[in-house]
């Protein structure tokens, strides 16, 4: 390995007063260190290969700042940065790793037991910060959750962001309380028995202090992503680009211990080499994981429904563990709202949302009005716990106009209904935070950008943005702190009224899942899924050897009666959600049915109904 390439990059204080500092600069003649505490100073770096600047420095303590400057004239901040206490363009600040670990104990869960609960920093509590999530891990865990999924925390310009334009990928953001705080809440969360999953972005750097393309060609362009440029993944010197983004990796968790990584919008990463970038990151993560007897997971968001992200590479896949299904959401969706614009417009059938739950994909090569072409690849063969599938989530909340929930769009029945068709899924769910208490507040698109055309821009791209959907008004300002202010969850809802009717609902699905475990864990293989278009009912019926559900679905708007195929025997219902203690209107669905082959249900709208047999009954 060529000198520099066997050390971490950036700085790496290595104890009595020293410091290892490495960057990657090819096309700089001279680079430096630039000490600016707690004594300032210039210290030349040597040159090794393949571009690598590097040198022990004595008399540098955690907390000193520096920048590097390249060919004694520019100075920027270090791309691998940890800290960078003073913003974007501030200096860079030497971390001391070492972290008094209390969770020794813990060797991460199964994906099949994952129900992931999506949050916000800056917006979760009223301190929009990490420790402010310390006292609400216990809820969590009461009411089912099993991992705490945190929106991007790499270091972006200002205090106010949903994360995506991160620009320091090593940096935990300063206003959520830096890197020690981050450890504090993952080993807390350990400790309660709950994973940590981290939103990572390799697709793209945000635009305002990104200063990677000084340092190197970390930037190619013979590709565009919608954010502007793309990384170079597969072209001259991308072996580097491609060491940081892996090296971030491992980062995190190795020297956080974060149980898995969440990998924004992958489609976005254009990488035609052999090897790809998101194959060689798995295998790296997937490593790291052997070393450390854990379990890894590296779990992407796409939305070109292609399995070749959670195939095997031996069966020419990339080896990630799991992958979105936007699919599921969309059915289930527009079955609620009705909504048909923009990509919406491929779906509302029950027909579509059937297929949703045999396979994880809806379009799996069919042709898609909305994209003018064929559209994906078959999921059929695919196991169902390497699909996450949700009701709501930022993106789906956070890219609407005004950054609605279904708290504001869906009927309190519909609600109920969107829940237990997500918890109740063979897939792994997810909750966006609050959903689970009905929270009113929006989450709409919010920046505090220190560059005011940078603003301006965004201004108008979040205007352009919704004129596929054909919405009216004006998309709130993303740079008011207001817009900010009014996305913060008031979790004193759900102590009261229909709020905390809808909480009790949610803790209700939850420990229904995880005692019907061994049915969700099951294959399609042992699922059977019938879609009565007319009706509007779904049927579901899962099986193993020694019990058995059944789930109907109803999104009809009117009582309806069906005949549906129940296996011989006698069925136990197990939740209703048209029964008056979940403040339904009652429910005509018996107790016990005794079925010889088939039972007729008479259906109110909007409403499921589970009924098991055997074991569990």
Known sequence: MSLGQDWRLGATYLGEGQCRFVVWAPVSHTVEVHILAPAE??????????????????????????????????????????SQPQDVHGPSQVVDTWFPWQDQGWFGLPLQ????????????????????????????????????????????????????????????????????????LVNACHQQGLAVVLDVVYN??????????????????????????????????????RRLFIENARYWVTDFHIDALRLDAVHAIVDQSAQPFLQEMAMAVHAQAERLNRRMYVIAESNLNDTRLIRTPELGGYGLDAQWSDDFHHAL??????????????????????????????????????????????????????????AQNHDQVGNRMRGERLSQLVAFEGRKLAAGTVLLSPFIPLLFMGEEY????????????????????????????????????????????????????????????????????YKELLRLRKALLPLAQLSQDAMDVLGYEQKRVLFVRRWNENEA??????????????????????WHKRCDSAEERWQGSGSPVPMELLSAGEALLTLSPIMFVLFVSGQTA
């Open 41 to 82: 100073r210039l210290v030349p770096l040597a040159r090794g290969e393949r571009g690598y600047y590097h040198a022990v420095v004595d008399g540098v303590e955690p907390g000193s700042l520096y920048f590097y400057r390249l060919d004694q004239q520019r100075e920027h901040p270090d791309p691998a940065s940890q």
């Open 113 to 184: 037991q994952y129900v992931l609960y999506e949050l916000h920093v800056g917006t979760y509590t009223p301190e929009g910060t990490l420790a402010g999530i310390l006292p609400h891990l216990g809820a969590l865990r009461e009411l089912g959750v099993t991992a705490v999924e945190l929106m991007p925390v790499a270091q972006f310009p200002g205090s106010r962001n949903w994360g995506y334009d991160g620009v320091y990928p090593f940096a935990v953001q300063r206003s959520y309380g830096g890197p020690e705080a981050l450890k504090r």
């Open 204 to 241: 793209h750097l945000g635009p305002e202090g990104n200063y990677l393309g000084e340092f190197g060609p970390y930037f190619t362009d013979r590709y565009k992503t919608p954010w502007g440029s793309a990384l170079n993944f597969d072209g001259p010197y991308s072996d580097e680009v």
């Open 333 to 390: 969706h527009v079955l609620l709202t009705c909504e048909r614009t923009g990509y919406y417009q491929d779906f509302g059938r029950l027909q579509h949302l059937a297929k949703a739950w045999r396979e994880g994909f809806v379009y799996g090569g069919e042709y898609s009005a909305y994209r003018q072409r064929r559209h994906g690849n078959s999921s059929r063969h695919i196991p169902a716990h390497q699909f996450i599938v949700c």
């Open 438 to 505: 009905d929270e009113t507040a929006p989450f709409p698109y919010f920046i505090s950008h220190l560059d005011p055309a940078l603003v301006a821009a965004v201004r108008r791209g979040r205007h352009d943005e919704f004129a596929a959907f054909r919405w009216q008004g004006e998309p709130p300002d993303p740079q008011d702190e207001t817009t900010f202010r009014q996305a913060r969850l008031d979790h004193t809802r759900r102590q009261t009224g229909q709020h905390r009717v809808l909480y009790d609902f």
């Open 549 to 570: 559900a059944v789930l109907v679905f109803h999104f009809g708007l009117v009582t309806t009666s069906v005949t549906l195929p129940l296996p011989p025997g006698r």
